[in-house]
């Protein structure tokens, strides 16, 4: 599942969005403005972010560059009801990477945002390849060449979404959150022992490794053969 912050002043199109997004799958995440919208990022991990351009506060404009001033290359698709050539220029220039104006059409949205997730190489398809290792996420396995192990459901989920960001960082928080849900009766140690289950079930792999990062939490690096 992948997460969606929707960033919107306006109560009907962000509840609008918000309705279309579940139903076609997609976890979502609400803010008013840009400054809501960094508040939740602290807190969640998002997956692609959908942004309004006139908003109080901090403005579609100014939340953009911010993410991109801290190096922060989440995919952004602006949605605005400007339609002056101007604007999308300032929303190209600030770092945004798709554009759609309003009304919106639902069709348009879920496309633009299947073509961002593809572009920002999160496997939409549910697979991730890395050398002679696949993971299948329908099926819950990973595959070796001829050797093919099917994971429990919580400890296949952890390392597909680590895998699917190489290298980036994710607190016991987050991963906590996104996996186990904020609801569950799983204690403070889940992640560790889920983490340390996967490291003894492929530490025979070469491919990839997870990595504690002291203090912060874990992420997992890739080695694929050049």
């Known amino acids: 599942m992948f ?6 002043d306006d109560v009907n199109t962000l509840r609008y969005m918000q309705a279309v997004l579940k139903m076609h ?3 979502t995440y ?18 692609l972010i959908i942004v309004d351009v006139m908003m109080p506060k901090l403005d579609g404009y100014q939340f953009v560059d ?25 929303g190209f220039l600030v770092g945004i990477d798709d554009y ?12 633009r945002i299947k073509a961002l997730l593809r572009r920002s190489k999160i496997v939409s398809e549910h697979r991730i390849i890395i050398g002679d290792v696949i ?9 070796r060449r001829e050797e093919v192990q099917e994971l429990p459901p919580k400890e296949f989920y952890l390392l597909y979404k680590l895998l699917s960001y190489p290298k980036k960082i994710f607190t016991r928080f987050q991963l906590m959150d996104e996996i186990w849900g904020m ?13 340390n289950r996967l490291r003894k079930r492929f530490e025979h792999f070469n491919e990839f490794e997870i990595i ?11 080695y694929e053969k050049e």
């Open 3 to 8: 997460n969606v912050l929707i960033v919107e």
């Open 25 to 27: 799958g997609y976890q």
């Open 30 to 47: 609400l803010a008013h403005n840009g400054e809501e919208a960094l508040e939740v990022m602290d807190s969640q991990h998002v997956d």
């Open 66 to 90: 911010i993410l991109r001033q801290s190096n922060n290359e989440l995919p952004i698709l602006m949605v605005t009801a400007k339609l002056e050539m101007a604007d999308k220029k300032k």
């Open 100 to 111: 759609m104006t309003k009304p919106v059409n639902e069709e348009e949205m879920l496309l």
């Open 135 to 143: 993971l299948d996420y329908d099926a819950l396995t990973v595959k």
């Open 183 to 195: 609801d569950s009766d799983a204690g403070d140690t889940t992640v560790n022992v889920h983490i």
């Open 212 to 222: 504690t990062v002291r203090g912060l939490g874990y992420k997992a690096v890739k």
